[in-house]
């Protein structure tokens, strides 16, 4: 550890000792099995050359499908190659995001473009620069409503799992009661939250659609959130907001998701981008950076960091949030793919999505493929299998394609996206014929 952390054995003891704590104290949240146990036995150092071989060698052992039914917060969407030129330009990959409004007017202006979309997108009268993925947005949102009298957040359960457990790291040494919101038939219980309101709920966190694809009951559920005077924080799927009412349209106070889909490659997991946006009633709430528009002493247009007091190098103990950075270039990229779309470009997008997902979901009934849950959704659904989920990963594997996300041995969750070819979605329901009998 002393090779890596810039303090000596003997510091490091005396802290952990005014703490109270061991070394093993500390990392004892880390499961067991991530863990480094042992010395790392590096070999000697090689060429340049042998280095590539043996990168190259690894790289082969990934296994790339070109047709993708797995959804569950990674999206694979087509791309156009606009996007990737522009982005991967000199200028745009080595820029640092600027605390200085005078360092980069350009990098400055590409995230003022991209708030101004995501609240165009949200229907919010303000967004931030983003923060490292969509599971911190949901994070960072329901520290943005906690207060001295309001200290409960309740999240559905049909929240993705990762942004579940996000929000119970953020929170547990903190004092917030977080508390789930049962599951009835897919969506969120509608009686249980109006029986468990209490003057010190702070938030009410929804999904939508939610993670098995199901488009919740928005207006009714921020109706009830409302009575109760707490906040309705809703993650939403960029691409839905093309088709279905933006957030701020049934009551939402802060939007929040993961832009992921907006033009970045699935890339083996990262980076990814999350975004947050909200009412002007909460922008001074809001973490992280905001760009705003202002005129310079000539009269010309300039763009500069806004509303400061909110950060952690203005006022470190008293900042929004502590941790939040924001992904410029993720950011940068979406903001590239949502100008070359364009609004009915990303409706195109979104309507090919919603009608070859219900198109597939409906073939798949009448192969004993049967939906778990019978209510809306969007591009991605649970079904029953009739043969183990294992067999049928493994038997569409072995024609290149991914299957849906196993959620039991014989349930699944199935997602398609425009990227999904129908003469892909007949082969794939040929191979799922051959595997049920």
Request: proline share 5%; net charge neutral; aromatic share 8%.
């Amino acid at each position: 550890m002393a090779q890596y952390v810039p303090n000596t054995k003997s510091e490091q003891l005396k802290m952990l000792q005014e703490i109270g704590k061991t070394w093993d104290d500390l990392v004892a949240p880390i499961p067991n099995n991530v863990r480094l146990n042992r010395e790392l036995d590096l070999p000697p150092g090689l060429s340049e050359f042998e280095v590539l071989a043996k990168m190259s060698g690894y790289a082969k052992e990934n296994k790339v499908f070109p047709t993708v039914l797995r959804g569950a917060g990674a999206y694979r969407h087509l791309i156009p190659s606009v996007v990737k030129h522009l982005s991967s330009r000199e200028e745009f990959v080595t820029a640092y995001t600027p605390y200085q409004a005078e360092f980069s007017q350009g990098i400055l202006q590409s995230i003022f473009e991209y708030q101004t979309m995501i609240c165009q997108l949200t229907g919010m009268d303000a967004s931030n620069a983003s923060v490292y993925d969509g599971a911190s947005a949901v994070a960072e949102a329901v520290n943005m409503t906690v207060d001295r009298k309001r200290r409960k957040a309740l999240l559905s359960a049909n929240l993705d799992p990762q942004s579940i457990m996000t929000v119970k790291t953020y929170t547990q040494h903190l004092p917030i009661d977080v508390e789930i919101i049962p599951s009835k038939n897919g969506r969120l219980d509608l009686e249980w939250l109006k029986n468990n309101l209490s003057e010190d709920l702070a938030c009410v966190v929804i999904q939508h659609p939610n993670y098995y694809g199901i488009l919740e009951d928005t207006q009714a559920i921020s109706d009830v959130t409302h009575s109760a005077k707490a906040k309705l924080i809703v993650s939403v799927n960029p691409i839905s907001l093309a088709l279905f009412k933006e957030p701020r349209a049934y009551g939402a106070d802060i939007a929040v998701g993961e832009a992921q889909p907006l033009g970045l490659n699935i890339a083996f997991g990262g980076p990814y981008l999350g975004f947050m946006a909200t009412t002007n009633e909460m922008v001074r709430k809001l973490p992280g950076r905001i760009v705003g528009q202002t005129l310079d002493l000539d009269g010309k247009r300039a763009f500069v960091l806004t509303l400061q007091a909110r950060e952690q190098h203005i006022r470190r103990e008293k900042a929004s949030s502590s941790l939040c950075s924001n992904q410029a270039h993720c950011a940068l990229t979406a903001a590239m793919y949502l100008t070359s779309m364009g609004p009915q470009g990303l409706k195109e997008v979104a309507s090919q999505c919603y009608h070859k997902a219900h198109f597939l979901q409906k073939q798949l009934s009448a192969l004993g493929f049967k939906l778990k849950y019978d209510q809306p959704f969007f591009h991605e659904f649970v079904t029953t299998t009739p043969v183990s989920t294992e067999r049928i990963v493994q038997h569409l594997e072995q024609h290149d394609i991914l299957a849906g996300l196993p959620l039991g041995d014989h349930t699944m969750l199935w997602c398609v996206t425009e990227a999904v070819s129908d003469k892909e979605i007949h082969t794939i329901l040929r191979l799922l014929e051959e595997v049920s009998k």
